[in-house]
T-cell receptor, first 117, second 114 residues
Framework: NAGVTQTPKFRVLKTGQSMTLLCAQD?????MYWYRQDPGMGLRLIHY???????AKGEVPDGYNVSRLKKQNFLLGLESAAPSQTSVYFC????????????????FGQGTRLTVV | AQSVTQLDSQVPVFEEAPVELRCNYS??????LFWYVQYPNQGLQLLLK??????LVKGINGFEAEFNKSQTSFHLRKPSVHISDTAEYFC????????????FGAGTRLFVKA
């Protein structure tokens, strides 16, 4: 039971470098999300996707891009990393929200700890 | 816009004592409400959820929460905590308005002391 898998688990980047975080889910979920977690701020939504080929901005999208080319994968890209992007990044997935569907909760990956120096 | 406020950033409590973690939300549309728990160095896992129906919701590990529409609250309670309940707890609100979002509160760190 893999659930939601994030790679890598840890990464250190220099300012200005680029990288891509990969999220994969094997639950056939329609919705996928990227959050960042910072002390005292909870989880803030970066981008999300309601289906293959579609993405949307969340609360803090600046400096990030995403792609959902396959239903099971959701990629988060940093084109030019900045120290302010040092954070723990969580990917999550869920079924479509519907009051007839009780399986509405999000399933989370284990997180990626990113440090930008 | 929706928002979630967790009124306490840290809650220390002795083992076997009751605990309440407070959550208030604001939204102009109907919401789904969740509580998640995060143990150290792990992702979040669902404790319980409110979608509709009975306002008292029971979750895993003996936790329960009550949805109060008039007070826009969804407080989490446990009658007797254990050391193993030490973790960070997040209240979350999901809405469906021209798309979909889940918004999280800032979290409450529960410390259970022996």
């Amino acid at each position: 039971n893999a659930g939601v898998t994030q790679t890598p688990k840890f990464r250190v980047l220099k300012t200005g470098q680029s990288m891509t975080l990969l999220c994969a889910q094997d639950m056939n979920h329609e919705y996928m999300y990227w959050y960042r977690q910072d002390p005292g701020m909870g989880l803030r939504l970066i981008h999300y996707s309601v289906g293959e080929g579609t993405t949307a901005k969340g609360e803090v999208p600046d400096g990030y891009n995403v792609s959902r080319l396959k239903k099971q994968n959701f990629l988060l890209g940093l084109e030019s990393a900045a120290p302010s992007q040092t954070s723990v990044y969580f990917c999550a997935s869920s079924y479509e929200l519907d009051r007839q569907n009780t399986n509405t909760e999000a399933f989370f990956g284990q997180g990626t700890r990113l440090t930008v120096v | 816009a929706q928002s979630v406020t967790q009124l306490d950033s840290q809650v220390p409590v002795f083992e076997e004592a009751p605990v309440e973690l407070r959550c208030n939300y604001s939204s102009s549309v109907s919401v789904y409400l969740f509580w998640y728990v995060q143990y150290p160095n792990q992702g979040l896992q669902l404790l319980l959820k409110y979608l509709s129906g009975s306002t008292l919701v029971k979750g895993i590990n003996g936790f329960e929460a009550e949805f109060n529409k008039s007070q826009t609250s969804f407080h989490l309670r446990k009658p007797s905590v254990h050391i193993s309940d030490t973790a960070e707890y997040f209240c979350a609100v999901s809405v469906r308005t021209g798309g979909f979002k889940t918004i999280f509160g800032a979290g409450t760190r529960l410390f259970v002391k022996a």
